[in-house]
């Protein structure tokens, strides 16, 4: 008797089970917690532009790097950078911070990288850092990659930083617009 009983507790309660799993709840609807929007600016050097250059190659196929890959899309090249972030999408701005940090290249047959970097704020309405790391698809016109991260007023922040290219110069000079959406503040 016990044991039926059991058994038909065990039935009802897999039953109640599987149709709350067969009317799915609806979707929650994401809404960020905090937004920005900054510039960064990375002047490349180039072995001619020393007293501008925020970013150096450090490894690449005609240095360290001996392969013959990275011919025309940098392939295995890593970039090692310190680049003021501003407000405005004007180099001359007063910076609010460096995006300090690196990206390597790593495809053979189009630009795309890797980036781990973080945003070190001084200003005297952000203190703090906000730390980002995700794959980079350079060709595409906007590309999001993940907030893991910060410290401050940033502290334990997450969300996604969207990057738009914003101007570029050859292979000199960037400037990405970085918007981003924190999902998670505390």
């Not at 917690?33 to 196929?61: E, I, P, W």
């Not at 730390?131 to 016109?141: E, H, Q, S, T």
């Not at 410290?151 to 990405?176: K, P, W």
């Amino acid at each position: 008797m016990k044991n039926s009983r059991s058994s038909i507790a065990l039935l009802l309660f897999f039953m109640f089970l599987s149709m709350s799993f067969a009317y799915p709840a609806k979707k929650k609807q994401y809404k960020p917690c905090k937004q920005l929007v900054l510039f960064f600016h990375d002047v490349v050097y180039n072995g001619h532009n020393a007293a501008n250059a925020t970013s150096s190659m450090v490894a690449a196929r005609d240095g360290v790097n001996l392969t013959n890959l990275g011919d025309q899309f940098h392939f295995g090249s890593m970039v090692i950078f310190d680049d003021p972030i501003t407000l405005d999408n004007n180099f001359h701005s007063t910076p609010v911070g460096r995006a300090q940090g690196m990206y390597f290249y790593d495809t053979k047959n189009t630009y795309t990288a890797w980036l781990g970097f973080s945003f070190v704020f001084n200003s005297t309405d952000h203190q703090g850092s906000i730390n980002f790391i995700g794959a980079d698809p350079l060709m595409n016109k906007t590309r999001d990659i993940s907030v893991v991260g910060g410290t401050g007023d940033f502290f334990m922040h997450r969300g996604i930083a969207t990057l738009m290219t914003d101007s570029f110069e050859g292979e000199v000079y960037f400037r990405l617009r970085v918007d981003i959406k924190f999902y998670e503040c505390w």
